[in-house]
């Protein structure tokens, strides 16, 4: 166990709503998003195997929607921000 990444540290924040009084703190449990992106590609195990492409699995059945990567709205993204970076790059495919 000693030789694991520790990975991004937990952090916490108490939370004070103005007008909300609660009998205990309302705390909140977080991890910085760019610590735990860089920590996921640093990682042997997964940074070589994640997937940024949209698929599209199609059976006799007809489309198969099985996780985001296979959404309509991930190939809706992936064109419109191909789209977006294209035209500020200045280059067209």
Same mark, same amino acid.
């Given at each position: 166990m000693d030789t694991l990444p520790l990975g991004p540290k937990w952090q916490s924040t108490v939370l004070q709503v103005e007008g909300y009084l609660t009998t205990d703190?309302?705390? !909140? @449990?977080?991890?910085?998003?760019?610590?735990?992106?860089?920590? !996921?590609?640093?990682?042997?195990? @997964?940074? &070589?195997?994640?997937?940024?492409?949209?698929?599209?699995? &199609? &059976?006799? !059945?007809?489309?198969e929607y099985s996780e985001w990567f296979s959404a309509k709205e991930a190939h809706r993204i992936q064109v419109c921000f191909s789209g977006v970076l294209n035209l500020y790059m200045g280059t067209e495919r």
């Open positions: 703190p309302i705390r !909140l @449990f977080w991890r910085d998003a760019v610590e735990v992106i860089a920590s !996921l590609f640093g990682d042997p195990i @997964f940074g &070589t195997d994640m997937m940024f492409d949209p698929i599209e699995v &199609t &059976t006799h !059945l007809g489309r």
